[in-house]
T-cell receptor
Framework: SQQGEEDPQALSIQEGENATMNCSYK?????LQWYRQNSGRGLVHLIL?????REKHSGRLRVTLDTSKKSSSLLITASRAADTASYFC??????????FGSGTRLQVQP | GAVVSQHPSRVICKSGTSVKIECRSL??????MFWYRQFPKQSLMLMAT?????????EQGVEKDKFLINHASLTLSTLTVTSAHPEDSSFYIC????????????FGSGTRLTVV
């Protein structure tokens, strides 16, 4: 079953703009992860944020986590056409299978 | 880094036939692998957890007799879609959880199954 919802479902921006996508989840978590999926391909792990962290950065990525609201956001700064993909948040209890959000399809126009 | 190899990447089969999808961990041992299914423009849904040397654990609503999982070694898990029907057409992805203080998961590249 899906852990929660992501919004927006689809996002179209111009190169150079920032893209923000949000994720909500339902259960208590140890960590929350963000993945990227290019069309018809497997998933690539982007970043993991632990439940005791509020913000984390990795290159052009910034992730926030609000456990009181059971929500997370992924910000991609200075977007590029190559960032066009679907982005999913995911959680898991320990090392069991991941449960994914509904995903955001990002289109970056050159 | 840890690599999971999945093949075939695409397969087209006739209704009623069976299709086998392989997932291999190339440079590490995986006692547990996960199989997901993804319909177009939807998220990934867990089908089953594959356990080396024992029976797979299937999610509710997934027919274990239709989706046969074999995990006979620490580096290979297979998913066989038996008596495939057009509604089985989907994208199937395997995954392995990694160890370490910042563990994540690594995914195969997926298999696009089309049943005609």
């Amino acid at each position: 079953s899906q852990q929660g919802e992501e919004d927006p479902q689809a996002l179209s921006i111009q190169e150079g703009e920032n893209a923000t996508m949000n994720c909500s989840y339902k259960t208590s978590i140890n960590n929350l992860q963000w993945y990227r999926q290019n069309s018809g391909r497997g998933l690539v792990h982007l970043i993991l944020i632990r439940s005791n962290e509020r913000e984390k950065h990795s290159g052009r990525l910034r992730v926030t986590l609000d456990t009181s609201k059971k929500s997370s956001s992924l910000l991609i700064t200075a977007s590029r056409a190559a960032d066009t993909a679907s982005y999913f948040c995911a959680t898991s209890p320990g090392r069991r299978a991941l449960t994914f959000g509904s995903g955001t399809r990002l289109q970056v126009q050159p | 880094g840890a690599v999971v190899s999945q093949h075939p990447s695409r397969v087209i089969c006739k209704s009623g036939t069976s299709v086998k999808i392989e997932c291999r961990s190339l440079d590490f041992q995986a006692t547990t692998m996960f199989w997901y299914r993804q319909f177009p423009k939807q998220s990934l849904m867990l089908m089953a957890t594959s356990n080396e040397g024992s029976k797979a654990t299937y999610e509710q609503g997934v027919e274990k007799d239709k989706f046969l999982i074999n995990h006979a070694s620490l580096t290979l898990s297979t998913l066989t879609v038996t008596s495939a029907h057009p509604e089985d057409s989907s994208f199937y992805i395997c995954s392995v959880s990694l160890t370490g203080p910042n563990y994540g998961y690594t995914f195969g590249s997926g298999t696009r199954l089309t049943v005609v």
